[in-house]
C-alpha cells in the first residue's frame, strides 16, 4: 500500500505543476496581463509598478520563476475589493464551502446508493422504474434551477426557510440539497448497475449455494463489492461538486470559495479570481489524493500490494 | 506474412464492426422531437415571436402569464423587468443555446477527435504531449477553468463557443485516444501499412470513420453538459453578454423578481433549459447503446 | 442400484428457460429421472450445452428468472424438494446438499477473509458464534490439506493459488457436514498436475464424512476414476446411464459410444483423433425425433421421427435409444442407414 500511495502522491505533484503551468500561460500567453493584474482606473505609474512587480517585460521563463515562488510563499496577491490577501480571504471561506459540500454529498450518498440498491434489487419493477425517473430529471435538471425552484416554494411561497446566507442549520438544507440533487440521481445510476453486475457474478451464486439469507447476501456480500465503483465516482464527483458549487453558492449567497469567484469576475477583481482557480485546482488534487488512499484502505487487494 | 502478387485493393472503407440494424420501434421518439422542435424554433424564431426580445416596454414590466390576473394574451407567458416578452425571448434563447451548443460540441469534438487519433496513433512524443495536456487541463475543473478564461478574455457569445471548445475537447481526446490504441492492433490497419499507405491516409481514410461512432455517441452527451455550463456561465454573468436571451441569463434576471413571487422568470427559462438537456442525454443513452454497447462505462 | 433407500431420486425434471415475451422455449432439462444412493459417487457427464449444469442448479432450486422447473420430482431423503418454501429451500442448501463452482477465484469474495467466508454457513445453519466458527474453518482447512491454516484462515483469496482456492470452496462445501454435495466440473481450471491432487482429496473425504457425491464433468477419464454411476447427458436428456464399468466396457448409446471412442488411447494405431461430427443442437428448436439422430452415425428412419422412451436393458442400466426398446418396435420400421451430416450444412 505504501508504494501505491508514493504514487499517488507523486502524481499529484505532478498535476499540481502542470495546474500551475496552465494559469499561467493563459494570463501571459491570451490576456493582457497588465490590465488584468492592475485595479481599475490604475494611472500609468502603477501600470509601470505592475511591469515592475511580475517582470512583465522580462522573458517569460523569469516571469514563471517569479510566479512559482510567489506561489510558494503563498502569496496569491491582494484582492482588490477586499483589499486583503487572496490566500487568507480563500482560506475564511473554504469551511463554509467544505461543510456544504459534505452535507451535499451525505445527502447524494444517502438517497443515491440505497434507491439505487433498491432498484437493483426490484429490477424491472415499480422501484426500479421510479428509479430511472429520478434518475432522468436529477442528471437533467441544472442545480442552480433547482435552487432558485425550493427558494421559490420554501422561502417565497411556505415562508420555512431563509433565502440566504449562512449561520443555523436551516441556511444549509436547500444549498446542499440543490448541490446534491444531480449527484444523487448520478450516484443512484451508477449503484444500481454496479449492484445488477455484482448480483451475476459467481460469488454471489456461491453465497446462496451456502444456504444463506437473501437479506444477508445483499446486504454483506454484494453491498461491499457494488460499493467500490460508486465510491471512486462519488471521490472524483466531488471535484464536480466544487464547480457547481459556484453556482449554487451565488444563487443563495452562501459564502464560500464558489461565491468569492463570482464577486471576484463580478468586482473585475483578476488577483482573486486568479487566486481562487489556483487554490481551487490545488484543493482539488489534494481531494483526489484523499480519496484514492481512502480507497486503499478498503480494498484489501491494494491494501496488500507488494 | 507474405506479400500479394498484385496490389491489393482495399475497400474505401472498412468497418470491422457489425452495424445494428435500425428497427422504428426503437427510435427514441421523446428526444428527436423535443430537439426537432427546439432546432425548428430557433432557426423560425423571427417568424414564430410574437414581440422583440431585446426591447421592451417598461410600462408593461413583470406581467404574469395570460392565465394569471393581471395577466394578457399579448404577452402570453408575461414579461421581464424591462417589460420585455418572455415567450419571445424564450424562443430566441432557443437560438442562442442552439448554437452556442451544437458549435461548441462541434469545436471540442473536432479538436479533441484529432488530437486523440493523433496522439493514439503517432505515439512518441506526440502522444506524451497530448496526455500531459489532458492532465493539466483535468486538474482543473471545467466550469471553474471556463469561467477564469471569460474573465481573462471578456465574455461575448463566439467567445464562450471557444472557451467551451477549450474546456471540453480532453473528455474527447481520452475516449478517443483509446479507440484507436485497440484500432491500432487490428487487421486491417496492418493490412494499409503492409500495402504502404502513409500515416496520414491511414488516420484519415481507416481509422477516422471507426472512431465517429464513439466521437458522435460522445457529442451527444457532452451536448447536455455544455448547454448547462453555458447557462451557468451566463448566470453568472460571464457567459452570453445582455441583452442577448440566452436562457441562463434569463434565470439570472429573474432572480430579481423571485422574492416577491414572479415565478414565471424563473420557472419557464429553467424547463427549457431541463428539456434540452433531458432530450440531449436520452438521445445519447439510446445512441450509445445502439451504436456501441462498449461504451456503456462513460 | 442401491439396496437402500436412494438418497436422491429425480422423476422426469424437467426445467425450461422461457424468454421474455414467451416465444422461446429452451428445453435445457427434459425429462431427466436419476437417483443416487448415500455414500455413492455419480458421474454426470456431456458436452457444454447438455445441461448438466442447469441440472444441478435445478437440485438447489438457485435458476434465473427466466427459468421454470416445469415437471417432475426431486426426492431428497424421501422429502420432494419442489414441495418445500424458500425459506425451508435455504436451510437445505449448504447444510444438507452442498455445491462446488468450478471457477474458486470467483466464487470466492475478494472482499472478506478465507475464515469468515469458510465459517459463515456454520454461523449461518448451526448458529455458531463468530469464535468457534473461525476455529471450525481452521480445523476445515486442515481436512482439505492446506498447510498452515492458522495464517491462511486470515488471508484473502487473491493471495492463494488456485489450487489452494479449489480446496477451500471444498472445504465450504463439507464444513456443515452435508449429506450430498454436487461438484460442477471442479478440476476444469486447475492445472493438470494439481487435479489429481484434488480428486484423491474428494474421495477421501467422500469416504470421511460418508458423503454421497455428484460429479458433473466432460471429462470421461475423472468419471472413471472417481465413479460408481454414470450418467450421459445430450441436449438436456439422459440419453443412458447405469454402473461406470457396464457402460464403459458396453456402451448402449451411439453417443456413449462416440464419446468412449473420441478419447486417444495411447495403443490406438489410428492417425487421426475421432470426433463426432456436427453440432450440438440449438436447444429451442429441438427436432422432432431423438436429439442425436442428426449426428447419430447408426440412425435409421424412425429415429428421425420419434424421440425414443427411456428403456431399461437391465443390470440397473437405462437408456434412450431406439436401438435398446424391445426388438418388435424397431425392426418394422425399416432401417435405413442415412448419410451422416450436420443438420446445419
Known sequence: MKQYIIRRAGYALLSLFLLSLTIFFFVRVTGDPAALLAEPGASPDDIAAIHHQFGLDRPLWVQYWIFMSSLFRGDLGQSFYYQTPVMSLYLSRLPNSLQLAAVAMAFSLLIGIPSGILAAVRVGRFWDSAGKLFALLGLSMPSFWIGLLLILLFSVYLGWLPSSGAGTPLHLIMPAFALGWYFAAAHMRLTRSSMLEVLGSEYIKLARIKGLPESLVIAKHAFKNALIPVLTLAGINLVLMINVAVVVETVFAWPGIGRLLYEGITFRDFPLVQGVVILGGAMIVFVNLAVDVVYAVIDPRIRLER | MTMPAQTIALPPRVVPRRRSRFRLGDVPIFPLFIIGAITFIAIFANQLAPHNPEIGVLAHRFRPPFWQTGGSTQYLLGTDQLGRDVLSRLIFGARISMIVGFTAVIVAGFIGTVLGIASGYLGGWVDQIVMRLTDAWLALPALTFAIFLAAIVGPSMWNIVIILGAVYWTRYARVIRGEVLSLKEREFVRLAIVAGCSRWTIMLRHILPNVLNTAIVLATLMLGVVIVAEASLSFLGVGVPPPKPAWGLMLADGKQGLMVGYWWLTVFPGVCIMLMVLAANLLGDWLRVKLDPQLRQL | ?345
Open chain 3, 1 to 345: 442400484m442401491a439396496s437402500e433407500r436412494p438418497l436422491l431420486e429425480l422423476q422426469n425434471l424437467s426445467t425450461h428457460y422461457v424468454s421474455a415475451q414467451g416465444s422461446r422455449v429452451v428445453r435445457a432439462v427434459d425429462e431427466v429421472s436419476l437417483s443416487i444412493g448415500p455414500g455413492e459417487t455419480l458421474g454426470i457427464v456431456g458436452e457444454s450445452g447438455s445441461g448438466k449444469s442447469t441440472l444441478a442448479l435445478t437440485i438447489l432450486r438457485i435458476l434465473p428468472p427466466a427459468a421454470r422447473i416445469v415437471s417432475g420430482k426431486m426426492l431428497f431423503e424421501g422429502e420432494d424438494l419442489l414441495d418445500k418454501s424458500e425459506e425451508e429451500m435455504r436451510r437445505v442448501r449448504g447444510k444438507r446438499i452442498a455445491m462446488i463452482l468450478q471457477d474458486p477465484m470467483a466464487s470466492l469474495n475478494p472482499l472478506f477473509t478465507i475464515g469468515d467466508q469458510v465459517g459463515e454457513p456454520i454461523r449461518v445453519h448451526e448458529g455458531a458464534s463468530r469464535r468457534s466458527a473461525w476455529r471450525r474453518a481452521r480445523d476445515l482447512l486442515k481436512a482439505v490439506r492446506i498447510p498452515s491454516p492458522e495464517t491462511r484462515v486470515t488471508q484473502y483469496p487473491h493471495e492463494m493459488s488456485g489450487g489452494m482456492r479449489q480446496r477451500i470452496v471444498g472445504a465450504i462445501g463439507i464444513s456443515c457436514e452435508p449429506r450430498l454435495l454436487i461438484a460442477d466440473e471442479p478440476t476444469t481450471s486447475l492445472d493438470l498436475t494439481i487435479q489429481a491432487q484434488y480428486l484423491n482429496l474428494l474421495a477421501e473425504l467422500q469416504r470421511e464424512h460418508h458423503l454421497a457425491l455428484i460429479f458433473i464433468t466432460h471429462n470421461l477419464g475423472i468419471v472413471a476414476k472417481m465413479c460408481d454411476q454414470l450418467a450421459v447427458m445430450y441436449a438436456g436428456r439422459v440419453v443412458e446411464s447405469g454402473p461406470v464399468s457396464q457402460i464403459f466396457n458396453n456402451p448402449v448409446h451411439p453417443y456413449t459410444e462416440a464419446l468412449l471412442n473420441s478419447i486417444p488411447r495411447m495403443t490406438d494405431s489410428r492417425e487421426r483423433l475421432t470426433a463426432i461430427e456436427g453440432q450440438p443442437p440449438d436447444l429451442s428448436a429441438l427436432p422432432p425425433g431423438c436429439s442425436f439422430a442428426p449426428r447419430c452415425p447408426q440412425a435409421f428412419r424412425r429415429c428421425l421421427e420419434e424421440a425414443p422412451p427411456q428403456s431399461a436393458p437391465g443390470d440397473g442400466r437405462t437408456a434412450r435409444c431406439w436401438l435398446a426398446a424391445p426388438s418388435s418396435e424397431t425392426r418394422d420400421s425399416g432401417q435405413v442407414r442415412l448419410v451422416v451430416g450436420s443438420g446445419a450444412i
